[in-house]
């Protein structure tokens, strides 16, 4: 098939960066992100560059290049299904609240949805693309779904999962690591994934293209992240231990990754791993283990995430028990909000829960990050307010204060928290000796005052 139009379901942190990429390096293809949010859409198309809804360094730029001459964000989703060739599905899938598998599984409304949304409005053959994060098996349900088409239209359903990490998002799409593309195994599943291919071929080296199947595409995208998390995990353990021994994380992690088996990525201290991905699929992969029976399996993986709960509380009562022991005031400054540099993306960012700790505790805290607003903040403490049920809840906002610029919130607290690894912050070690600060990113030189993991 001659891929002519392309059309994205998903206007989010993997659907615009993905799409603006292809639009920059293939500008002969038209590109259309489509959201049921118009607000995000309207976003994306503001003059303001500033305004758009993902900030990723050097997004502007191709957003810049691309925007209304290939590449168009737009709320006519039928539209942009009846005139593209290849429509990817970049939706989010959340875990599940209710139902069986609340909690661990994945909620898939937002994909079958998508999927009944591309049977409702094709006019001819489509190759229609897993982008978001899926169970194993999604795509026998994306099948079964668009077979209902009134059309009565062919799919083929391929599995080419994100690897990208949040803040490198943009050169992660220029350099790959690798691209997966899974695919079925009969002639027109091959050459859908031929398709696809060559697209990737445009800007990515063929030896780093994988075509596989589609199940161990899907498995594929899980696994690599819970083992990512599952290091993360394991060097926050270890500072636990390093704490009560004397020994130092930074001079562990550092031996550790000297041996070339286990290599130095992910093995940096730090308050947890957040973002969207991680716990949300190492839960789903908790799931998927339970429901075939391997228990063993389930329980390893589940306690990747229970480490990482273990980390943030850890560091709360240590904040805690610094103010006791020395009769200080319970305010702190809480410097970063998103899970990591770079991104404004603050979805479950150890911030959120290390703050909330705090809050529940009775503290006053400033909080202040430079591309985190203060309504997704505030959106951020809400939710973990209604989830956990808090009793007087309304005592838990009156105790926040959220700060333009890192010097308001310097004059407001004697104990300043680094919890996310900004570099403006990285100045705090040469003008901050009045202040007590609790560094969990390891930014900063130890000194007096300054404690680090």
């Known amino acids: 098939m001659k891929v002519e139009k392309i059309c994205c379901i998903g206007a989010g942190y993997v659907g615009g960066p993905t799409m603006a990429v292809i639009a920059l390096k293939w500008p002969e293809i038209n590109v259309t992100v489509v959201d049921i949010d118009d607000d995000k859409i309207d976003m994306w198309n503001s003059d303001d560059l500033?305004?758009?809804?993902?900030?990723?360094?050097?997004?502007?730029?191709i957003i810049k290049q691309t925007r209304n001459k290939n590449l168009f964000f737009s709320k006519n989703i039928e539209k942009a299904i009846d005139e593209s060739q290849m429509i990817f599905m970049a939706v989010n899938t959340p875990t599940k609240q209710t139902g069986k598998g609340a909690g661990m599984a994945s909620d898939l409304t937002y994909i079958e949805n998508s999927a009944r949304t591309i049977a409702s409005f094709a006019n001819s053959h489509k190759i229609v693309i897993e982008k978001s994060t899926l169970p194993v098996r999604t795509a026998e349900k994306i099948k079964e779904i668009l077979s209902e088409s009134k059309n009565k239209f062919?799919?083929?359903v391929l599995s080419n999962p994100e690897f990208l990490a949040e803040g490198t998002a943009i050169q992660d799409l220029f350099k790959s690591d690798r691209v997966l593309i899974g695919g079925e195994s009969t002639k027109t599943g091959q050459e859908a994934?031929?398709?696809l291919v060559e697209i990737y071929?445009?800007?990515i080296p063929k030896t780093k293209i994988l075509t596989v199947n589609v199940w161990s595409a899907e498995l594929s995208k899980l696994a690599s992240n819970a083992m990512l998390a599952q290091r993360i995990s394991s060097i926050n353990a270890l500072s636990a231990l390093c704490e009560v021994t004397g020994a130092k994380i930074d001079e562990v992690s550092n031996a550790i990754g000297y041996d070339h088996r286990i290599g130095d990525k992910f093995l940096k201290a730090s308050p947890g791993f957040g973002g969207s991905?991680?716990?949300?699929d190492i839960l789903n992969l908790v799931y998927l283990c339970q429901f075939y029976g391997l228990d063993e399996v389930a329980e390893f993986w589940l306690h990747v995430v229970k480490i990482n709960d273990f980390q943030r509380e850890r560091l709360a009562k240590k904040i805690d028990n610094y103010v006791s022991a020395n009769n200080l005031?319970?305010?702190v400054g809480v410097l970063g909000w998103a899970f990591k540099k770079d991104t404004n993306d603050s979805r479950e960012s150890s911030s959120i829960h290390i703050t909330y700790s705090l809050l529940e505790k009775g503290y006053k805290v400033n909080i202040y990050d430079p591309k985190v607003s203060k309504n997704r903040i505030m959106e951020d403490i809400n939710e973990?307010?209604?989830?956990k049920k808090t009793i007087n809840p309304d005592s838990i906002i009156d105790n926040i204060i959220i700060h333009n610029s890192i010097k308001d919130l310097e004059n407001s607290s004697l104990v300043l928290i680094v919890l996310t690894e900004w570099d403006e912050f990285k100045d705090l070690n040469k003008s901050k000796e009045d202040k007590i600060i609790f560094d969990f990113r390891n930014i900063l030189e130890e000194k007096e005052n300054i404690y680090r993991l």
């Open 50 to 61: 500033s305004q758009i809804p993902v900030y990723e360094p050097g997004l502007k730029d």
């Open 193 to 195: 994934v031929q398709s």
């Open 201 to 203: 071929e445009r800007w």
């Open 384 to 387: 973990v307010r209604n989830f």
């Open 329 to 331: 005031n319970k305010e």
């Open 277 to 280: 991905c991680f716990k949300k």
């Open 154 to 156: 062919t799919f083929e």
